[in-house]
Nanobody, 124 residues
């Protein structure tokens, strides 16, 4: 089992940057594929980015490709989401998820563990 805590959200202007972090408890973090998802008011949770267990592969939603970068540091039990060139439509609560597999997934139902989320607001 793993517990996740996200932080790093906040208010930023259009075109700005934020770096989200997700800290994981437990000694088996390296065995999990990790993902970032987001949920805007009135919308369903959507995929943002994912990274395989050993960082061998990553995946991004088309809407963030080229602007966001997912990375992980297994020694620090952490996964990160660097967000650049932010747009108002990126405003949402961002969640990190852990999946007990070496293979990443873009589907939220594939992730068994979730953090509480961190709010990102991009002003126009």
């Amino acid at each position: 089992q793993v517990q996740l805590v996200e932080f790093g959200g906040g208010l930023v202007q259009t075109g700005g940057s934020l770096r989200l972090s997700c800290a994981a408890s437990g000694r088996t973090f390296s065995s999990y594929a990790m993902g970032w998802f987001r949920q805007a008011p009135g919308k369903e949770r959507e995929f943002v980015a994912a990274i395989a267990r050993g960082s061998s592969s990553t995946a991004y939603a088309d809407s963030v490709k080229g602007r966001f970068t997912i990375s992980r540091d297994n020694a620090k039990n952490a996964v990160y989401l660097q967000m650049n060139s932010l747009k108002p439509e990126d405003t949402a609560v961002y969640y990190c998820g852990a999946r007990g597999s070496e293979v990443l997934s873009i589907h939220n139902f594939a992730y068994a563990y979730w953090g509480q989320g961190t709010q990102v607001t991009v002003s126009s």
